[in-house]
């Protein structure tokens, strides 16, 4: 503890480790032992409190913290360079707001700014086996999830950081894959590319996973699924797995203006012409597409995908029997057809025809030819109705007891024909209080007896 008190305490210490550091006259072996004794002294802060740590890093902040290890990062010895970033790590995994206001509170041109000295530490691999330090590093500054975490950290808001990373920094990124993806075919195969761009892949993912509209635009205007797809060509399978789980990334988004995106440039071919050539093959790569392809069978959201997908490749999909979900978005395909075709249908005199079948359904609000008689039974004023008792058995009239007339259709109401001294009236009004017609009740008619009114013959 009093190893990481004291130089905090120690104003004249502090000067003198910053100013060497700083100074260009220093010689590179006495810069290396600067360098590792800086490094110890983040070391030992770790076992302060939170606040104590925070505190004993704003404090050498005071003396030129992040310009010294900006110096250590453009210094041209790999040993000064790794120490350097063991730095960061260690600093950006609780204070990560520390490096991103300093970040902000540059003015230099964009090459000599923090962030774009580290992206390209990582895309020039300069030093291969920090790679992976610099792409955690650089996921752990622009995770949009952990500038929120640090609620109570000097940082700032979380779309100034985006806006400045997608405008200063973006390209700095993209420019790798920018580069060997201009034509159909990667123009730089090799292993170590190979490797570089996976690991920028990995970045892009984390930005198309926390960030929305920042990634969204860049990715529709720059198009970047497109790019990424030509990696498809590489002969280095992790490459390929990395390019088709990018795609599923953003598929998995449900992003309508990604799928309208996909649909328009015609993003998928690239994916159904690869699968197509590698056959039936038992691999990663080829269980990675299907589980594209069966993502976008079971998304509810996906209609525009699943119909873009069976219009366009499903005579190069329907020779694909190993599996059935190429059969799964083809039948769906044609529900959603037969669904959106009977919404659309013609209806005349009330009946509806279904022009995908040939068959016809009667419009359930039009009235049969019994609701139609009854009607027009009461509207002449006959004392003689036609006997009801010889209807088709396809009606559903109850019927009064002990005459002839139906009981009108439930729902249906006639209250300008039937006069109150009318003996139907009479009779309808009496078994109102003798038979109970409630819809709601829970009583099986089955199991209930049916209750027979009985009336005078008076």
């Given at each position: 503890?009093?190893c990481?008190t004291?130089?905090?305490?120690?104003?004249?210490?502090?000067c003198?480790l910053?100013?060497?550091?700083?100074?260009?006259?220093?010689?590179?072996?006495?810069?290396?032992?600067?360098?590792f004794?800086l490094?110890?002294?983040?070391?030992?802060?770790?076992?302060l409190e939170?606040?104590?740590?925070?505190?004993f890093?704003?404090?050498?902040?005071?003396?030129g913290?992040?310009?010294?290890?900006?110096?250590?990062?453009?210094y041209e010895?790999g040993?000064?360079?790794?120490?350097a970033?063991?730095?960061?790590?260690?600093?950006?995994?609780?204070?990560?707001?520390i490096?991103?206001?300093?970040?902000?509170?540059?003015?230099?041109?964009?090459?000599?700014?923090f962030?774009?000295?580290?992206l390209?530490?990582?895309?020039?691999s300069?030093?291969?086996?920090?790679?992976?330090?610099?792409?955690?590093?650089?996921?752990m500054?622009i995770?949009?999830?952990?500038?929120?975490?640090?609620a109570?950290?000097?940082?700032t808001?979380?779309?100034?950081f985006?806006?400045h990373f997608?405008?200063?920094?973006?390209?700095?990124?993209?420019?790798?894959?920018?580069?060997?993806?201009?034509?159909?075919?990667?123009s730089?195969d090799?292993?170590?590319?190979?490797?570089?761009?996976?690991?920028?892949?990995?970045?892009?993912?984390?930005c198309?996973?926390?960030?929305?509209?920042?990634?969204?635009?860049?990715?529709?205007?720059?198009n970047?699924l497109?790019?990424?797809?030509?990696?498809?060509?590489?002969?280095h399978t992790?490459?390929?797995?990395?390019a088709?789980?990018?795609c599923?990334?953003?598929?998995?988004?449900?992003?309508?203006?990604?799928n309208?995106?996909i649909v328009?440039?015609?993003?998928?071919?690239?994916?159904?012409?690869?699968?197509?050539?590698?056959?039936?093959?038992?691999?990663?790569l080829?269980?990675?597409?299907?589980?594209?392809?069966?993502?976008?069978?079971?998304e509810?959201?996906?209609?525009?995908?699943?119909?873009y997908?069976?219009?366009?490749?499903m005579?190069?999909l329907?020779t694909?029997d190993?599996?059935?979900?190429?059969?799964?978005?083809?039948?769906?395909?044609?529900?959603e057809?037969d669904?959106?075709s009977?919404?659309?249908e013609?209806?005349?005199?009330?009946?509806?025809?279904?022009?995908?079948?040939?068959?016809?359904?009667?419009?359930?609000r039009?009235?049969?030819?019994d609701?139609?008689?009854?009607?027009?039974?009461?509207?002449?004023?006959?004392s003689?109705?036609?006997?009801?008792r010889?209807v088709?058995?396809?009606?559903?009239?109850?019927?009064?007891?002990?005459?002839?007339?139906?009981?009108p259709?439930?729902?249906l109401h006639?209250?300008n024909?039937m006069?109150?001294d009318?003996k139907?009236?009479?009779?309808?009004?009496?078994?109102q209080s003798?038979?109970?017609?409630?819809?709601?009740?829970d009583?099986?008619?089955?199991?209930?007896?049916?209750?027979?009114?009985?009336?005078?013959?008076?």
């Amino acid at each position: 503890m009093e190893c990481t008190t004291k130089p905090g305490e120690d104003k004249v210490f502090l000067c003198e480790l910053f100013t060497q550091i700083q100074d260009t006259s220093t010689s590179e072996g006495q810069f290396q032992e600067l360098a590792f004794l800086l490094r110890e002294i983040v070391v030992y802060s770790l076992s302060l409190e939170v606040k104590d740590r925070a505190r004993f890093y704003k404090h050498l902040c005071s003396f030129g913290f992040m310009v010294s290890i900006e110096i250590m990062l453009t210094y041209e010895v790999g040993v000064v360079v790794a120490t350097a970033v063991d730095i960061l790590v260690m600093v950006s995994e609780y204070h990560s707001s520390i490096l991103r206001d300093y970040i902000l509170s540059e003015t230099q041109d964009e090459d000599g700014q923090f962030l774009n000295i580290l992206l390209s530490l990582l895309v020039d691999s300069q030093y291969p086996e920090i790679d992976v330090q610099l792409v955690g590093l650089v996921k752990m500054l622009i995770d949009s999830e952990n500038i929120m975490a640090e609620a109570g950290a000097p940082t700032t808001e979380k779309s100034l950081f985006l806006n400045h990373f997608y405008k200063y920094s973006m390209h700095r990124l993209m420019a790798p894959l920018m580069a060997q993806t201009a034509t159909e075919t990667v123009s730089k195969d090799t292993s170590h590319n190979a490797v570089l761009l996976s690991h920028i892949l990995d970045i892009l993912s984390l930005c198309v996973e926390r960030h929305t509209y920042h990634i969204r635009n860049y990715v529709i205007d720059k198009n970047v699924l497109g790019r990424v797809l030509v990696l498809l060509t590489s002969s280095h399978t992790h490459l390929a797995l990395a390019a088709v789980r990018f795609c599923r990334k953003i598929v998995g988004l449900r992003d309508e203006f990604y799928n309208r995106y996909i649909v328009r440039n015609n993003l998928l071919a690239p994916i159904v012409r690869f699968f197509v050539a590698q056959g039936q093959r038992y691999n990663l790569l080829n269980s990675a597409i299907i589980e594209l392809f069966e993502y976008i069978h079971k998304e509810k959201d996906a209609k525009s995908l699943v119909s873009y997908i069976v219009e366009n490749f499903m005579p190069s999909l329907d020779t694909v029997d190993y599996v059935n979900t190429f059969q799964c978005l083809k039948l769906r395909h044609e529900q959603e057809m037969d669904r959106c075709s009977q919404l659309s249908e013609p209806m005349v005199g009330g009946i509806i025809r279904a022009e995908v079948s040939g068959r016809y359904r009667r419009d359930p609000r039009q009235l049969d030819e019994d609701e139609e008689a009854w009607f027009d039974t009461d509207e002449g004023g006959s004392s003689s109705p036609p006997d009801y008792r010889q209807v088709s058995k396809h009606t559903n009239h109850t019927y009064v007891a002990g005459t002839n007339s139906p009981r009108p259709p439930v729902g249906l109401h006639r209250t300008n024909s039937m006069p109150p001294d009318s003996k139907l009236y009479s009779i309808s009004t009496a078994l109102q209080s003798l038979v109970d017609y409630d819809e709601d009740s829970d009583e099986d008619p089955e199991d209930t007896p049916a209750k027979q009114p009985k009336l005078n013959s008076t």
